[in-house]
């Protein structure tokens, strides 16, 4: 058993805008369980227009600063991106998928339940580079 994963109401195309996507994500992460000590920001990053689809691309970026090391060696960052389709109408949701910094995987965020290891992960790999440099 997975868990339950929870979900949120995605906006509709015809409602969505930058800043409410940006509020979106913010929604859908503070569904994951991931310790306080974590911090992120969220940004937008850019609007993509293509055939049948606009995408919006925003990145949230984690770190866990300490009193020893406020401004933590290393970041993990997750890409998301919202897909409005052309095809659909406009009063349907939009699409929403999420990857990691470092991995070429496209996820659901209603299919996967996010886990803290990942971003553990990423930066315990990044400062093994940053030692080994």
């Known amino acids: 058993n997975k868990g339950v994963i929870k979900t949120i109401q995605w906006v509709t195309g015809n409602d969505f805008t930058v800043e409410r996507g940006q509020e979106q994500i913010e929604e859908l992460i503070s569904t994951w369980d991931i310790h306080e000590s ?4 969220v940004e937008f990053l850019e609007e ?3 055939k049948d689809s606009k995408r919006y691309h925003y990145r949230a970026c984690w770190g866990i600063p ?7 060696r290393a970041t993990a960052n997750v890409y998301f991106v919202m ?16 990857r990691l910094e470092a991995s070429r995987l496209i996820r659901r965020p209603e299919e996967f339940q996010f886990r803290e290891k990942w971003l553990e992960d990423i930066i315990e790999n990044k400062i093994i580079l940053i030692e080994r440099l």
């Open 38 to 41: 974590w911090l992120h920001h």
């Open 66 to 72: 300490t009193r020893r090391k406020p401004i933590p």
């Open 83 to 98: 897909v409005i389709s052309k095809l659909k109408p406009d009063t349907s949701p939009v699409e929403v998928f999420f």
């Open 48 to 50: 993509e227009e293509l």
